[in-house]
């Protein structure tokens, strides 16, 4: 596509609930981040694919959080079993990746998925 | 560790004033550095990055190796500035980790 999509905009879910957030990055683009973004603490990494390589997962706060990659292109991040602190909105980019040509690194944000948990 | 510090949460400046957001980082090697922006109900995007030594919108950074800052300033500030800025370091620690400060949000008065 055009842009980097996200789905749902807005999810609102009752605490202990478990919650999906899709990513749909740019076609061609390798690499794809996800983060947290709340009041206060700015834009928080998540997790990290780069190709086939394996994920950096080191920012997923929780095990409770899980995220993959099918074939490359879509990523679902999946929060099992939602708690209040886990509101906020979840940002997905993606990037060329590191092919070495100018601009490869500039990382194409999508909308957010607002995430509330009641 | 990388990490990416701007002091400032608020900035407030009147239109046409200088405006200066400061970003301090912490890496072992030589990092990529970028400003990206985010106006009112937009999505985030780039404004600009080290390595382009360019000015976008009448902004420039210049990366200070020394004091390990990569500023961004503009020296007559719009009302159209007027957003959330956010400094941000692309570097190598096991993987391209791409990390963000909290970000500093600026406001251009009338």
């Known amino acids: 596509g055009a842009g980097v999509s996200q789905s749902p905009s807005n999810k609102v879910t009752e605490k202990g609930k478990d919650v999906e957030l899709r990513c749909d990055p740019i076609?061609?683009?390798?690499?794809l981040y996800w983060y947290r973004q709340s009041l206060g603490q700015g834009l928080e990494f998540l997790i990290y694919?780069?190709?086939?390589?394996?994920?950096?997962k080191s920012g997923l706060p929780s095990d409770r959080f899980s995220a993959e990659r099918t074939g490359g292109s879509v990523s679902t991040l999946t929060i099992q079993r939602t708690q209040q602190e886990d509101s906020a909105v979840y940002l997905c980019?993606?990037?060329?990746?590191?092919?070495?040509?100018?601009?490869?690194?500039?990382?194409?944000f999508g909308a957010g998925s607002r995430l509330t948990v009641l | 560790a990388q990490r990416v510090t701007q002091p400032e949460k608020l900035l407030s400046v009147f239109k046409g004033a200088p405006v200066e957001l400061k970003c301090n980082y912490s890496?072992?090697?030589?990092?990529?550095l970028f400003w990206y922006v985010q106006y009112s109900r937009q999505r985030l995007q780039l404004l600009l990055r080290h390595i382009s030594r360019e000015s976008i919108k009448g902004f420039t950074a210049d990366l200070n190796k020394g004091e390990t800052s990569f500023h961004l300033k503009k020296p007559f500030a719009q009302e159209e500035d007027s957003a959330m800025y956010y400094c941000a370091l692309r570097g190598y620690a096991g993987t391209y980790k791409y990390i963000f400060g909290t970000g500093t949000r600026l406001k251009v008065l009338a």
């Open positions: 694919f780069q190709g086939n390589s394996a994920p950096d």
């Open positions: 980019a993606s990037s060329l990746g590191w092919r070495g040509s100018s601009g490869a690194n500039v990382l194409t």
């Open positions: 076609s061609g683009h390798t690499a």
């Open positions: 890496y072992s090697g030589s990092p990529e």
